[in-house]
């Protein structure tokens, strides 16, 4: 399976500040995901991100708030801008891999709080 | 929109023993893939066990195994013989379809503990 390493593992950022988190695969791989997970909550997809074309964001975020890049097949980042506390949560990247059929694997999250 | 319910917020389990952690899902779908993710205190989500709908046959995974009743929409997963290293939070997940590009819709999780 995919190895997904994320920078940083975690941070303590202020309001009104940017982060962005970098999610390196060590395969080629044509679909990332982007979720969210709030402090004792499930995850919640916020984009995919699609190598080569714009990422599809879903419902509740806007490109605006977390501007995402997919520069090439074993790259992407995700930007949370001009955050706030409700932004503290941990932000996972997942990579779809087909083995057979398709499997989703997931970095090991970034904490993001924010103060 | 498929929804995905884990109606057990906590279970807990004696080392040794089994415990079936539950989950259902809505969808009007007959093609998709149901999924079991461990995600230990160190936040990295494993996953435990995927079915395919049109599989009759219950997946096993060593020491894990799943009830698939698909005309109910249940999806529980057994863990027998539990170790202290089973201790999680367990996430039921549904991604529709075999092709390329679906993400996994998450129930809200149900957080295991062990005890000695």
């Known amino acids: 399976s995919a190895v997904i390493s994320q920078k940083p593992s975690r941070d303590i950022c202020q309001r009104g500040t940017s982060l962005t988190i970098q999610c390196q695969v060590d395969s080629q791989v044509t679909m990332m995901f982007w979720y969210r997970q709030q402090p004792g909550q499930s995850l919640t997809l916020i984009a995919t991100?699609?190598?080569?074309?714009?990422?599809?964001?879903e419902s509740g975020f806007v490109i605006d708030k977390f501007p995402i890049s997919r520069p090439n097949l074993t790259f992407s980042t995700l930007t949370v801008s001009n955050m706030s506390p409700e932004d503290s949560s941990i932000y996972l990247c997942?990579?779809?891999?087909?083995?057979?059929?398709?499997?989703?694997?997931f970095g090991p999250g970034t904490r993001l709080t924010v103060t | 929109a498929q929804t995905v319910t884990q109606s057990q917020p906590e279970m807990s389990v004696q080392e040794a023993e089994t415990v079936t952690l539950s989950c259902t899902y809505d969808t009007s779908e007959s093609d998709y893939y149901l999924f079991w993710y461990k995600q230990p205190p160190s936040r990295q989500m494993i996953l435990v066990i995927r079915?395919?709908?049109?599989?009759?046959q219950n997946a096993t995974e060593n020491r894990f195994s799943v009830n698939f009743q698909k005309a109910a929409k249940s999806f529980s997963l057994k863990i027998s013989d539990s170790q202290l290293g089973d201790a999680a939070m367990y996430f039921c997940?549904?991604?529709?379809?075999?092709?390329?590009?679906?993400?996994?819709?998450f129930g809200k999780g149900t957080s295991l503990l062990v005890t000695p």
């Open positions: 997942s990579v779809e891999e087909y083995q057979g059929r398709y499997e989703q694997y």
């Open positions: 991100a699609n190598q080569g074309s714009e990422a599809t964001y």
């Open positions: 079915q395919e709908a049109y599989k009759q």
């Open positions: 997940a549904y991604r529709s379809a075999p092709n390329s590009g679906y993400a996994l819709n």
